[in-house]
């Protein structure tokens, strides 16, 4: 990862980056929008460096192991290399169920924190960005800007961009 820049986009994975297959855990289920590289490499030409924050229960429930969702993640860091992208500077992951009540579980803002310290990262700079409002909550919660993507009825009071090449073109 080169790119040393303070500013940054945390970005939900399913129903943001990929449609959402309701526990995706197998490398051929990966289907993105049809937006998705376009808004990725705007981004990046904007000087934003690229983060994934998700929960994925599935794990939590015993529906699929951790190192699935890791080899999900690692084809789609292959997937930025082959658009000319830059991989991702990091995967923000909760394993655990919803019943597990743990830190790391959006919308609580601890591995968008944990990325902010460890990359020096400027909160004023940063984005959170998914499809449901605990997505921009924990943004929020982080100290950050969230905003939601593609679902108008999870806007509720937060910042709605309808798809996210139209948010992209919002940066400076």
């Not at 690692?74 to 655990?96: I, N, Q, R, Y």
């Not at 924990?138 to 309808?162: D, H, M, Q, T």
Request: aromatic share 10%.
């Amino acid at each position: 990862m080169t790119n040393k820049t303070p500013k940054a986009i945390f970005l939900d994975r399913d129903g943001t980056l990929i449609r959402d297959k309701n526990y995706l855990s197998r490398v051929e289920d990966i289907e993105y929008f049809p937006d998705t590289f376009a808004a990725l490499t705007l981004m990046q030409a904007k000087g934003y460096r690229l983060y994934v924050i998700t929960n994925q229960s599935g794990v939590g429930r015993g529906f699929f192991p951790l190192e699935a969702v890791y080899t999900v993640h690692a084809a789609m860091d292959a997937d930025m290399t082959a658009h000319k992208l830059e991989p991702f500077e990091g995967w923000g992951v909760c394993p655990h169920a919803p019943d597990d009540a743990c830190p790391c579980r959006k919308p609580g803002p601890q591995l968008i924190q944990d990325f902010l310290q460890r990359d020096g990262l400027d909160s004023k700079q940063c984005w959170m960005l998914g499809d449901k409002a605990i997505d921009a909550e924990c943004g929020l919660n982080a100290g950050i800007k969230g905003a939601v993507v593609r679902e108008k009825s999870a806007a509720e009071s937060y910042v709605y961009f309808a798809s996210l090449l139209e948010f992209a073109q919002t940066l400076t």
